[in-house]
């Protein structure tokens, strides 16, 4: 019905940047909500950061002052722009979207490795 696809992940040096983007696609006929999503081997899923339509975002604190979020309602499309790296960072990034008056869906994750 929806399709979420991650981009931008690689391995970086910590202090380095990335720009992930997540498209979404299929069935979206109304969308509340956007955001990131990140988990580390052996470790819980953790909130990164959300957008919704009207344009609020939220962080986690672990990010606020280095990520950005921002969303392109038009194209179904979330970044999240990460500046600062540091390795506590690395994880897989999960796009996930708020549509359709409720409904959940999850991008497969693209990998974010950050070295010392």
């Known amino acids: 019905q929806v399709q979420l696809v991650e981009s931008g992940g690689g391995l970086v040096q910590a202090g380095g940047s990335l720009k992930l983007s997540c498209v979404g696609s299929g069935n979206i006929f109304s969308l509340s909500a956007m955001g990131w999503y990140r988990r580390a081997p052996g470790k819980q899923r953790e909130l990164v950061a959300t957008?919704?339509?009207?344009?609020?975002?939220d962080y986690a604190d672990s990010v606020k002052g280095r990520f950005t979020i921002s969303l392109d309602t038009a194209e179904n499309t979330v970044y999240l722009q990460m500046n600062s790296l540091k390795p506590e960072d690395t994880g897989v990034y999960y796009c996930?979207?708020?549509?359709?008056?409720?409904?959940?869906?999850w991008g497969k994750g693209t990998l974010v490795t950050v070295s010392s």
């Open positions: 996930n979207a708020d549509v359709n008056f409720g409904m959940e869906f």
């Open positions: 957008i919704t339509s009207d344009g609020y975002p």
